[in-house]
């Protein structure tokens, strides 16, 4: 099973709502990333977990808040958003972080299409 | 300052031809593992093919492979006999690190569009 899940594959919310992102992988990964992608643009690194502890925050807005339960699962709780961080909202997930030695590419889910209202 | 380039935004190819896609990239890391990606209309994206930075032969996957010149940075991507099911957006992309950070960086894209 080389599958990542997210839910939900599409979410409108308005600027005052709280709302969250979920992403699973049954791999045994143990990296897991979030990512934002504007049309026509190359995905936006925002946060990376290693081990199930956060090791990159690419200065996110505090709006975005990430969470990691559990090795297999990841979260991005979202809070007070802007029109502006409209976009897919993409969660992946490696077998290694990229200093462990190995290839290890990136397992992409299929996103979640966020609309802000 | 970008660390990777792609500098043609977009591509046309006859189905089965083959097709060079360019990819330029910065770095000063000894290690270092580079990428190439493929994203349907679909959103997901689909992973086609790895180099790493002390691999002495260039990487194969079936039809992709990947022209990796060390010395001028260029890891450009040759895709053999184009069918129309390989008409999306490519991205390279670039791993570096050691084990207390991992950052995957992006060049922004080229389109391919396959014409029948």
């Known amino acids: 099973d080389t599958e990542v899940t997210q839910t939900p594959k599409h979410l409108v919310m308005g600027m005052t709502n709280k709302k969250s992102l979920k992403c699973e992988q049954h791999?045994?990964?143990?990296?897991m990333y979030w990512y934002k992608q504007k049309a026509k643009k190359p995905p936006e690194l925002m946060f990376v977990?290693?081990?199930?502890?956060?090791?990159i925050n690419e200065s996110v807005p505090s709006r975005f808040s990430p969470e990691c339960p559990n090795s297999s699962l990841l979260n991005l709780h979202l809070h007070a958003l802007q029109p502006e961080d409209s976009a897919l909202y993409l969660c992946?997930?490696?077998?290694?972080?990229f200093g462990a030695g190995g290839s290890y590419e990136q397992y992409f889910g299929p996103g979640t299409r966020l609309t802000v209202t | 300052a970008q660390k990777i380039t792609q500098t043609q935004p977009g591509m046309f190819v006859q189905e089965k031809e083959a097709v060079t896609l360019d990819c330029t990239y910065d770095?000063?890391?000894?290690?270092?593992?580079l990428f190439w990606y493929k994203q349907p209309s679909s959103g997901e994206m689909i992973f086609l093919i790895y180099q790493g930075s002390y691999d002495e032969q260039n990487a194969t996957e079936g039809r992709y492979s990947l022209n990796f010149q060390k010395a001028r940075k260029s890891a450009n991507l040759v895709i053999s006999a184009s069918q129309l099911g390989d008409s999306a957006m490519y991205f390279c992309?670039?791993?570096?690190?050691?084990?207390?950070?991992?950052?995957?960086?992006f060049g922004p894209g080229t389109s391919l569009s396959v014409i029948p």
């Open positions: 992946a997930s490696s077998q290694e972080p």
């Open positions: 992309a670039m791993r570096e690190g050691q084990t207390s950070y991992d950052k995957v960086i």
């Open positions: 977990y290693s081990y199930e502890k956060l090791s």
């Open positions: 770095t000063s890391d000894q290690s270092y593992g």
């Open positions: 791999m045994g990964h143990r990296a």
